[in-house]
DNA sequence: CCATAGGTTGTTATCGATAACAAGCGATCC
DNA sequence: GGATCGCTTGTTATCGATAACAACCTATGG
């Protein structure tokens, strides 16, 4: 039954059968004014007759726009990752984009070069980078030059626009509620050492102890999984003084959570809990997990809209650094308890 | 300071720079075996000193194909699909291919067409349909057969090669140890209705109770929500005798075990609870969740693997259906109990 | 009634690479 | 020593579209 056509129709087949030049049926197809209706009509006609497609290969070639946008990311397959991923589908497709996916394992630079390297091969328009790297290489930055970026997460170093979320605040709002909470020995579980989140969210729980004259714990590292979380919860769930623990994450939080549990002390009762994320499980943790959102189909979109809008300007050349930043919310629920 | 190059570097220049021809650049950059070494050298060095970089477009417009693959799949912000993709993409790195991404928010035949039809026009060489559906059109057909696919999840019907996990093995692995504890009131809570993987996970449910000689109560409809694992919960907790709950994903679980906990049914003591799929947070469930892991990232490999080896074929024109089956395993954590 | 303007359509060159063919050349073989 | 072989390199055509220019035709105005 399945006929292999042997090629697929082109152009000029369309041309041919609708008794025209291939550059009006260019025309038809790219809603040029200039066409006689009754011509277009025709156009429309033998494409659809053919089963005609337009040619996306041969259209980038010639206009050199490939209406692709690239995405570089971590490959760590977290709720977060993958809702700011369809955050960015989103945007893009209706903005006539395709989006093109690479993700890297580590955040060397040997392997963030090769990433990028990809996707400029594969000559897309502009790149996404979701990737939390605090540092770059030369390399690195010359090919960022090469095509428009907008960064997610981290401040690369070209001068380049940034959708972001406001981490430092989002912090101080989880931290400042368990001091509102009368909590005063507050701990932090910070995510992995060289990522940007971590160090802001770091930042925003020691600026928001000191503002309220609190003494600053020293932070405990894990790496976002929910197993790191564990670990530190049998440390901290050791200390009889610590009364409150905030939580880079909230996969990290689930296994503090359990690990403090298992050790006899109660959440919220002895210990209250804030994490980072809302992510869809959050509610159903024992106990409900007080937490902060991130919007981060959001900020898919605005990243997506920013480096449109940068596509859009690329030919005239102006080339302004905006940053948005998007402002966090405070979820509560029942890890936390008044003091 | 960046200096705005008037136009990337093609092989030309390169051939120029270093005193051949444009084919001779070509030959070395594919690694043709009959160039002379010094030449190659040569052409080498102008390759890398103009900074070029080959244009793949140009490629993929001569040569007919793209070295990219698309995928498709729903945008749920789920764990499991940021796996799978995840698979998919390192996979695809691995043997030369970049990956195009899409993803719908229905299943209608209509977005289903227009998420296809993006894929197909932005020339990829072959497509990953990720997609539970069922049934699918005329046009869902026909597009699939403008391009080699791949299924996971969904049978699809043109003559396709599928990628999946025995779900209905996975279902009877988890119902079966349930059995053995002594339980022999299994209820289900199922995926949504026309997922085949809902379907799948309810035939071998009803199999294993009916192999055994047990009674089969009716399945209760959830939408892999967590939130609609706690509906059905709050529902099974105020039925006395059930004292075992076969879920069709760890999310709804999470949900199940709060409600029936709220209800003041113990987990797993008045109530055995097992998922499927091993979620990242299934350990740090409260008690840890008995569930029937999905090899998510390897089910994606897989699927890259087989659609490369069709591609291959693709030229010589075998076509047989092959399918590859992923073992399932159960994994005992403390949500069940001996009856 | 002719000149000019503007709408409509066709022609040709081009994007950047590769395939297919052709040519040059030294070595091998009889 | 001449013919053939095989390695190396260059030339030309082509992929499928669009940009830029050219040509034609129909109104409109003087």
Redesign the interface.
């Known amino acids: 039954m399945?006929q292999k056509p042997s090629r697929?129709p082109s152009m000029r087949d369309v041309a041919q059968l609708a008794g025209v030049s291939a550059q009006t049926v260019s025309r038809v197809l790219s809603d040029h004014p200039n066409v006689q209706p009754d011509t277009r009509q025709a156009v429309r006609e033998a494409a659809r007759s053919l089963?005609y497609?337009?040619?996306?290969?041969?259209r980038?070639?010639v206009t050199g726009r490939?209406n692709?946008i690239g995405v570089i990311t971590l490959?760590t397959?977290?709720?977060s990752?993958?809702?700011l991923?369809?955050g960015i589908?989103?945007e893009a497709?209706a903005r006539g984009y395709?989006?093109?996916?690479?993700?890297i394992?580590d955040l060397s630079a040997r392997s963030l070069e090769e990433g990028l390297?990809?996707?400029?091969?594969?000559?897309v328009d502009g790149i996404i980078t979701a990737i939390p790297l605090q540092g770059s290489s030369a390399e690195v930055e010359?090919l960022l030059?090469?095509v428009p970026s907008v960064a997610i997460d981290s401040p690369l170093p070209a001068g380049q626009q940034v959708a972001a979320f406001d981490q430092v605040h989002a912090a101080r709002l989880a931290v400042e509620h368990l001091i509102e909470r009368g909590h005063t020995n507050i701990w932090h579980v910070a995510g992995p050492q060289d990522w940007v989140e971590s160090d802001a969210r770091i930042t925003g729980w020691r600026d928001a102890l000191e503002s309220a004259g609190l003494q600053v714990p020293p932070e405990i590292y894990g790496d976002w999984?929910?197993a790191s979380?564990?670990r530190a919860g049998l440390i901290l769930g050791r200390m009889p003084d610590v009364t409150a623990v905030f939580v880079a994450s909230d996969?990290m939080a689930?296994?503090l959570?359990?690990a403090v549990?298992e050790l006899g002390r109660a959440v919220p009762e002895d210990i209250s809990v804030v994490g980072i994320d809302d992510i869809?499980?959050a509610?159903?943790c024992?106990p409900p997990l007080t937490t902060v959102r991130q919007p981060l189909?959001e900020i898919g979109r605005h990243a997506v809209q920013q480096l449109d809008s940068e596509l859009g300007e690329h030919a005239q050349g102006g080339s302004r650094n905006q940053t948005r930043l998007i402002t966090p919310e405070l979820i509560v629920r029942s890890s936390t308890s008044t003091r």
């Open positions: 399945a697929a089963g497609r337009r040619n996306a290969t041969a980038a070639l490939s692709m490959s397959s977290s709720y990752r993958m809702t991923i369809v589908e989103r497709a395709s989006v093109t996916f690479v993700s394992t390297s990809r996707l400029v091969a594969q000559g010359s030059n090469e999984s929910a979380g564990y996969e689930f296994g959570i359990k549990t869809e499980l509610p159903y024992t189909e």
